[in-house]
């Protein structure tokens, strides 16, 4: 008799546990994407995709090192925006998801997933060490 009702009572309470977290840990993402949209690094980002509107992409690589735009009529990298050069110092996986987030948020065609689909894969170092990167690759 006891056992359930413990389980009856620990179950909402688990409930509300988990809800608030998701509500703390979505604050915590809408912060950090907000502070990466104000940074000069994304604003020279967003200044130069911006300039490639006109162009057919076939694929938007964003790694730990940069971000690299390749054109779809001509194999040719259209873009090599490397962090390195324009403020980021070091290499941070948070931030090559947040520019991720923010690139799809800002340019809708790359949510568009009848258009294009993201993958996600490993990119791995001279040292051995891992590192995550994301692709928006146009679907054929």
């Known amino acids: 008799m006891f056992i359930p009702l413990a389980i009856c009572i620990g179950a909402p309470g688990i409930a509300i546990c988990l809800l608030m977290y998701c509500g703390f840990a979505r604050r915590q993402e809408q912060r950090l994407l907000a502070s990466m949209r104000q940074s000069t690094l994304y604003g020279r980002l967003y200044g130069k995709m911006s300039a490639l509107a006109h162009h057919d992409i076939d694929e938007l690589r964003i790694e730990p090192t940069g971000v690299t735009v ?3 009529s001509l194999a040719i990298t ?3 925006f490397d962090f390195k050069r324009n403020g980021n110092f070091k290499r941070n996986e948070a931030a090559v998801r947040l520019v991720a987030q923010l ?12 258009a294009y689909r993201l993958r996600r894969y490993r990119v791995y170092r001279v040292n051995g060490k891992a590192e995550m990167g994301f692709c928006y690759q146009m679907r054929r």
């Open 103 to 114: 690139l799809e948020q800002d340019f809708p065609m790359f949510s568009n997933r009848s």
């Open 78 to 80: 259209l873009l090599t």
């Open 70 to 72: 390749t054109s779809a």
